[in-house]
C-alpha cells in the first residue's frame, strides 16, 4: 500500500531506494529480533547489560568518526550528482576525515581505559565496543544514498546483517561470551564497507584527499556533527547514561526495552532517509515542493508511529515476555513509558532532517538538540537513581518533546511553519540570538 502510494507521488529510483533501504532495516532491525530471546537468556540481565554498555560507547564513538556525513556527505552527493570530479573530491575528503577523527578517539579511549577500568574483562568490553563503534562510522551507505542508487548496497548490507545473526547462535554460547558478539559484528561490518568502498570507486575516480580539502569537509559537516552528537545523547548513549547511575541489571532491563522500542522506531527510518537528497534538492529549487513532500511523509509515517505506540502500550508485558524472558519482567514498565517514542522520533525527524537541515538551519537546530541532549543528562541525574529504568525512559521521552516544542516554536517565529503552510524563504543568518534566548529561556524554566 505505502510502496503504490510512493510510486505515485515520487520519482522511480526513489521508491527503489525507499523499498531498499527498507530491506537494511529488516536485515538490521527485524532480523537481529530472532536472537534477542537467545541472547537475553543466555547473557541474562547482567551480562546483557555489560554488553550494551560496551555497544553505546562504541555507537557514540561511531558518531563522532561518522562526524554527520551520512546527511552531510548525502547532501553534497546529491547536490553533485552527475560531476565525477567533484564526487571524488567529496568522497576523498570525507574518507580522509574519517581516519583523521579516529586517530584521537583511539587515544583518548586508550588513556580513559588505563585510569578508569576496573577489571581485564571490562577493558576488554570496551576496546570491543570501540572497534565495533569506528567499524560503523565507515559505512559507505551515505554515498550510494546521496546517488540514489541503493540496491545492490542495500543487498550487501542485508547479507551482512544475516551473517551475523546466523554466526551469533554459535559465538555466543555462555555468559562470558558477550566479547564474542562485539568481535563478530564489527568484523563483518568492516568486510561489508570494504566491499560498498570498491563500488563507490567504480563511479569515481580514486584520489588522496589533500589537506586543504580534509579540512573543507570537516568544516562542511561540523554542523550535523554538532546535531548528531547532541542528539545521540537522547538516543544511542542512553544506556552509557545509566550505567553510570545503576547496576549492570538495571542496564539490562532498559536496554531490552530500549532495543525493542528503537526497532519500532526504525521502521519508519528507511522512508525518511531514502527521501532526504530529494527533499534537499527540493528546498533549493522549489521550496513549497519541499514542504509539500515533507508533509506527505509526516501524515505516513505519523499515522504508523500512533499505531505502533499503541501496540507497544498494550502488549508491553506479551513482548517483553517473549522476546526477553520473563527474568526481564522489571523491563515492561521501561516499555510502556517508551511507547510515545516512535511519535516523537518522526515528528523530530520531520521538523529536522526533512525541514530545517535542507533549508540551511543548522544552528538553531544544533542549539536545540544539544540543549535536549544535555536535558537528557540532567534528568536522568536525579529520575535514573531512584526509578531506574523507568525513570531513564521518563528521561528520554520529556527531553524530545523538549527539542520538538522548542524547534516548533523557532520555525514559527521565522515563518517557516511545516504543519500551516505559513512559510516563507529562510535566512540562516538572521534571529539565531533571540532563537537562543528562547532556547534558554525553556531550559531554565
Not at 527503489?16 to 536485515?27: E, F
Not at 588505563?114 to 570496551?126: E, G, R
Not at 586543504?212 to 545521540?232: E, Y
Amino acid at each position: 500500500m505505502i510502496s503504490l502510494w510512493l510510486s505515485k507521488r515520487v520519482s522511480r529510483s526513489v521508491t527503489h531506494n525507499i523499498l531498499a533501504l527498507y530491506g537494511v532495516y529488516v536485515a538490521s532491525f527485524v532480523i537481529p529480533l530472532v536472537t534477542i530471546p537467545y541472547l537475553s537468556r543466555v547473557l541474562g540481565p547482567a551480562g546483557w547489560g555489560e554488553v550494551a554498555t560496551a555497544q553505546s560507547l562504541g555507537m557514540y564513538v561511531g558518531y563522532v568518526v561518522e562526524y554527520g556525513f551520512d546527511f552531510s556527505g548525502t547532501r553534497e552527493v546529491a547536490r553533485f550528482r552527475g560531476d565525477r570530479t567533484r564526487l571524488a573530491n567529496v568522497l576523498s575528503g570525507v574518507l580522509a576525515a574519517k581516519v583523521l577523527l579516529m586517530l584521537p578517539v583511539l587515544a583518548v579511549t586508550w588513556v580513559a581505559v588505563l585510569w578508569t577500568s576496573p577489571s581485564a574483562a571490562h577493558s576488554k568490553l570496551v576496546f570491543t565496543g570501540i572497534f565495533l563503534g569506528i567499524s560503523y562510522g565507515f559505512n559507505m551507505m551515505w554515498f550510494f544514498q546521496g546517488l540514489e542508487r541503493m540496491r545492490l548496497v542495500a543487498g550487501i548490507e542485508i547479507g551482512s546483517k544475516i551473517a551475523t545473526t546466523v554466526a551469533t547462535f554459535v559465538v555466543v554460547r555462555s555468559v562470558r561470551d558477550g566479547y564474542n558478539l562485539l568481535i563478530l559484528s564489527a568484523i563483518v561490518s568492516l568486510i561489508a564497507t570494504g566491499i560498498t568502498l570498491a563500488l563507490a570507486y567504480k563511479e569515481v575516480d580514486f584520489r588522496i584527499a589533500n589537506w586543504a580539502n580534509t579540512v573543507q569537509t570537516l568544516r562542511m559537516g561540523w554542523t550535523t556533527f554538532i546535531f548528531k552528537c547532541s542528539s545521540g545523547l537522547f538516543s544511542t548513549a542512553n544506556v552509557l547514561i545509566l550505567s553510570f547511575f545503576a547496576p549492570p541489571a538495571v542496564v539490562g532491563y532498559f536496554s531490552g526495552a530500549e532495543k525493542i522500542s528503537r526497532a519500532a522506531c526504525g521502521t519508519l527510518s528507511p522512508l525518511s532517509r531514502a527521501l532526504f537528497p530529494k527533499i534537499s534538492y527540493l528546498a533549493r529549487h522549489n521550496l513549497h515542493a519541499a514542504a509539500k513532500t515533507a508533509r506527505r511523509v509526516l501524515v505516513v509515517s505519523g499515522g504508523a508511529s500512533i499505531l505502533m505506540g499503541l501496540g507497544l502500550f498494550f502488549g508491553s508485558g506479551f513482548i517483553v515476555n517473549t522476546f526477553l524472558g520473563v527474568n526481564f519482567r522489571l523491563a515492561i514498565p521501561a516499555l510502556q513509558v517508551l511507547s510515545v517514542l516512535p511519535l516523537i522520533t518522526t515528528l523530530n525527524y520531520a521538523v529536522a532532517i526533512h525541514w530545517m537541515l535542507p533549508m540551511g538551519l543548522e544552528k538553531p537546530l544544533n542549539f536545540v538538540t544539544l540543549q535536549g541532549g544535555l536535558l537528557n543528562i540532567v534528568l536522568a541525574c536525579f529520575l535514573a537513581p531512584s526509578y531506574g529504568q523507568t525513570g531513564m525512559a521518563g528521561s528520554i521521552v520529556v527531553s524530545g518533546l523538549y527539542v520538538f516544542g522548542a524547534l516548533c516554536w523557532i520555525l514559527h517565529r521565522r515563518r517557516l511553519n511545516l504543519f500551516t503552510g505559513n512559510y516563507t524563504q529562510p535566512n540562516t543568518g538572521e534571529d539565531l540570538a533571540a532563537d537562543a534566548v528562547f532556547a534558554t529561556g525553556c531550559a531554565e524554566k
